[in-house]
């Protein structure tokens, strides 16, 4: 029985899988045209809601306004990431698992920083000052983030000019990582380059990695080439 019920219950975990895949783009276009829709209900309701009603203050359309940006940022969030992960699950079978996150977090942090900016327009809050205190705070944190940020360019450095690729069998020589590393390449990651080495996985950063030498490792020869080499030849007999 148990093997009889296994193969539907993967079929039915495979089934709401791809369900689940096809319904995500259409969440992600709703939460999009909901964010839009939000935004513009915000930016009327901010500069006319009080005069269309003939209310004596503005407070209720700030307070209504607020409302719909604040809508407007959770909806635009959602969107971002429904469509992010839509490109990568796009883009992966023709770039590969790594250039595809490489894009999918390009369009989040894109559309994250959009999506705050426009938020804070529509509650009002100047953003150049914003921008000007971020520029400065950006540069500390940069600067604090040296070493990982380093790792994180040097990732794209090595997908974008191919060295070597998932399941090369290369070997690094370099100062920094004390000494030739042989490994067989796992992953190609944002931040680190894997390395199974035989006895272990070694993740190594992507910044000691472009800084190292790359070179192919040959291929061990086969057994039976070794032994048919190794093999003594037959004396030849009389009058051959």
């Keep these: 029985m148990h093997l009889k019920d296994g193969p539907q ?8 899988r791809v369900v689940k895949d096809k319904a995500r783009p259409w969440k992600a276009i709703i939460a999009l045209v909901l ?32 409302a719909l940006a604040v809508a407007f940022f959770v909806f635009g969030i959602i969107a971002t990431i429904g469509l992010s992960g839509k490109a990568r699950s796009a883009l992966e079978p023709k770039l590969g698992s790594a250039h ?7 369009l989040l942090l894109v559309g994250g920083f959009t999506t705050l900016v426009v938020m804070l327009v529509l509650l009002g809050i100047p953003v150049a000052q914003l921008i000007v205190g971020s520029a400065l705070t950006s540069v500390f944190i940069g600067i604090a983030a040296q070493q990982a940020l380093s790792n994180v360019f040097a990732g794209m450095v ?6 070597f690729k998932v399941g090369d069998a290369i070997q690094l020589r370099s100062g920094a990582i004390n000494g030739p590393v042989e490994g067989v390449v796992t992953e ?8 199974d080495t035989g006895s ?6 992507n910044s000691q990695v472009l800084n190292s030498a790359v070179a192919p490792i040959p291929p061990a020869p086969d057994a039976q080439v070794l032994d048919s080499a190794a093999a003594p030849v037959p004396p030849s007999a009389p009058g051959e």
């Design 9 to 16: 219950l993967d079929l039915s975990g495979q089934v709401a």
């Design 188 to 195: 190609i990651g944002i931040s680190y380059t894997r390395l």
């Design 158 to 163: 090595l997908l974008l000019a191919h060295p």
């Design 100 to 106: 595809a996150a490489i894009v999918q977090y390009a």
């Design 35 to 66: 964010a839009i829709a939000s935004a513009i209900a915000s930016a009327w309701v901010r500069h006319n809601l009080s005069r269309y009603l003939g209310w004596s203050t503005d407070t209720p359309s700030q307070i209504v306004a607020a």
């Design 200 to 205: 272990s996985v070694m993740s190594v950063p």
